[in-house]
């Protein structure tokens, strides 16, 4: 798949998801903001893994089997009130995510970039791993709240002797 073609999918991608997110937001239009959703995430994983500059297919295919398969397993062990806890977790994985998506990207970036280039690079990465970081947070937090657990309690009785 060529580089414009890709970029051409991603653009795809980002519309569905667009439409998915207003599909979401009315309980008439729900299942149809899903379909967008599941649209626009299978145009982007062919896209990356068709992609010119795709590398290590096995491992990406991989990772989305064994989280298929743990999804899956949650989906259909998960109780509808459970759902708020579950949604929060899961929140919790996407600010890690970012996180570490920002420490690879630290330590993988261009070399021979112009001066400018370089600290907009590392703003950018600052941002995503300030911003993941306090969503990784939060989000642990809330699905603590939701479960009815305190952690610093906890982190207290764990300390007393």
């Given at each position: ?80 009130t459970e759902m708020p806890e ?76």
């Amino acid at each position: 798949m060529s580089g414009g073609l890709v970029t051409a999918a991603y653009i795809v991608a980002a519309i569905l998801f667009i439409f998915s997110l207003a599909g979401l937001s009315k309980h008439e239009t729900s299942q149809q903001g899903n379909y967008f959703g599941i649209a626009g995430m299978a145009i982007a994983l062919i896209a990356t893994i068709l992609g010119p500059d795709a590398g290590n297919v096995g491992w990406i295919i991989l990772a989305m089997v064994i989280g298929g398969a743990i999804g899956i397993r949650l989906a259909k062990k998960v109780e509808m009130t459970e759902m708020p806890e579950l949604v929060a977790i899961l929140h919790s994985f996407v600010g890690l995510a970012a996180v570490l998506v920002g420490f690879n990207s630290y330590l993988q970036h261009e070399t021979g970039m112009e001066q400018i280039l370089v600290n907009i690079h590392l703003t950018e990465v600052f941002l995503g791993i300030f911003i993941g970081a306090v969503t990784f947070t939060g989000s642990v937090v809330a699905f603590g709240k939701l479960r009815g657990q305190n952690f610093l309690q906890a982190a207290d009785a764990a300390q007393s002797p």
